[in-house]
């Protein structure tokens, strides 16, 4: 499996969260606060492993690779930067230990999915394409079995909350 292989496979799972999250915020408030909250603490340590991966691969592209790349690369960039505050601030409202407005956690919630869709479409269909060629060997090979690690870790995670969570609710 490919370095890229291995994050679209990360990326397929971190549909699957968000998917889970969609379904939780019909439900009544105390599951979908439980829901939710219990697929953010999966998804977020998962998905900052998963962008520094990223920009440890892609470093800037060069010169040669054209200015269209370039923009595409600088468009990813500041969705990163986008991403990176939306999970700030929905840690800050985590890190409040449940005495929070739901409205808000749900809110930043359903922001974060929607930015997360369209910015995992872009990098596998605009920038990846793009950049394949560019990856050296090397670095490929060094962060690849990393990040082969954390999609084993990741899903575990998955598999081990999801049982937590449907027995939950099951039994309240
Ligand atoms: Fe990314
Ligand atoms: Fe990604």
Redesign the pocket.
Known sequence: MTILDILSKEHALFHKIIARIDAATSRDEPTARLEIERALLVLLPALAR??AI?MEVFKRPSRAEGPETAKIAAT?AS??KE?LALHRDILEILRLGGKYDFSRLKSLTAELCQKLRG?FYM?ESRLWPRRRAALPAARRRAVGQRAGQNVADLEREISRNWDLVSDYVKSA
Request: glycine share 0%.
């Open positions: 998963h962008e990223e990813i969705q990163h991403i910015h990098e």
